[in-house]
């Protein structure tokens, strides 16, 4: 048993390519939508950014982690929030531990963010994993202490990337576009189909939000290339 938990925990962090291994190709496509990122931003201030999917398993969190890694990596102060409460991965791809975090933030008056905040070892980079997964997630989540940790943390920090659950999943993605500045719908090559990637948008735009772009994920490259690294991810 302890060497199939090793084994996963070695497979999380396989897909953090951006740190593994910088000059690859799939680095530079993480680069690139930093890039588009940093430009949808000219006419209004994007400092927290929703990463979320239409359904498990396309690959959200690993975009997330990843995506965190090359904003870091460009100077920037990033905070990764694992705001999935249900079936929180975020710590898995820096091997930190889930037991302390956002719901231990959001339960307790007398913890400050910084006691829970993690350092996962890249310089510029931050980590507030989900903490014990609550009965309430929703309404934790859609509370008026969440909203007013997020925009604490979006005053010390340039940008605050936060994973939820799936849109067609639960409410909780809803929840959080309607108050963050942005958000990016990851899409799984192969995974939802059209009406529903459909659907998770049209969700997305009653709650109001602001859709910066759409992320395909797990697709080919030319040269042989794959998106292979994000196979089997949330």
Same mark, same amino acid.
């Given at each position: 048993?302890?060497?199939?938990?090793?084994?996963?925990?070695?497979?999380?962090?396989?897909?953090?390519?951006?740190?593994?291994?910088?000059?690859?190709?799939?680095?530079?496509?993480?680069?690139?939508?930093?890039?588009?990122?940093?430009?949808?931003?000219?006419?209004? #201030?994007?400092?927290?950014?929703?990463?979320?999917?239409?359904?498990?398993?396309?690959?959200?969190?690993?975009?997330?982690?990843?995506?965190?890694?090359?904003?870091?990596?460009?100077?920037?102060?990033?905070?990764?929030? !694992?705001?999935?409460?249900?079936?929180?991965?975020?710590?898995?791809?820096?091997?930190?531990?889930?037991?302390?975090?956002?719901?231990?933030?959001?339960? !307790?008056?007398?913890?400050?963010?910084?006691?829970?905040?993690?350092?996962?070892? #890249?310089?510029?980079?931050?980590?507030?994993?989900?903490?014990?997964?609550?009965?309430?997630?929703?309404?934790?989540?859609?509370?008026?202490?969440?909203?007013?940790?997020?925009?604490?943390?979006?005053?010390?920090?340039?940008?605050?990337?936060?994973?939820?659950?799936?849109?067609?999943?639960?409410?909780?993605?809803?929840?959080?576009?309607? $108050?963050?500045?942005?958000?990016?719908?990851?899409?799984?090559?192969? !995974?939802?189909?059209?009406?529903?990637?459909?659907?998770?948008?049209?969700?997305?735009?009653?709650?109001?939000?602001?859709?910066?772009?759409?992320?395909?994920?797990?697709?080919?490259? #030319?040269?042989? $290339?794959?998106?292979?690294? $994000?196979?089997?991810?949330?």
């Amino acid at each position: 048993m302890r060497k199939k938990r090793k084994n996963r925990s070695r497979n999380y962090e396989a897909k953090l390519i951006t740190s593994s291994d910088p000059k690859s190709p799939i680095s530079e496509a993480f680069r690139t939508i930093r890039t588009n990122i940093e430009f949808s931003s000219i006419d209004k #201030q994007i400092k927290n950014i929703l990463v979320t999917s239409t359904i498990p398993s396309e690959g959200k969190s690993t975009i997330a982690a990843n995506l965190g890694v090359t904003m870091a990596a460009a100077g920037k102060r990033v905070l990764l929030i !694992d705001a999935d409460l249900r079936n929180p991965t975020l710590g898995k791809y820096f091997n930190k531990s889930s037991h302390v975090g956002l719901t231990n933030l959001l339960l !307790d008056d007398n913890l400050g963010w910084e006691e829970v905040m993690l350092s996962p070892g #890249q310089e510029n980079l931050y980590l507030l994993t989900s903490g014990p997964i609550p009965p309430n997630p929703a309404e934790l989540i859609g509370s008026n202490k969440m909203r007013s940790f997020v925009a604490a943390v979006s005053e010390s920090f340039d940008v605050v990337l936060v994973d939820s659950p799936p849109v067609l999943a639960v409410a909780d993605a809803s929840i959080l576009a309607n $108050y963050l500045d942005g958000v990016i719908l990851v899409v799984g090559t192969g !995974d939802a189909t059209h009406e529903q990637t459909l659907a998770a948008k049209e969700q997305l735009q009653k709650a109001k939000a602001n859709i910066l772009g759409v992320i395909l994920n797990k697709a080919p490259m #030319q040269e042989g $290339y794959y998106y292979h690294y $994000y196979y089997g991810s949330r």
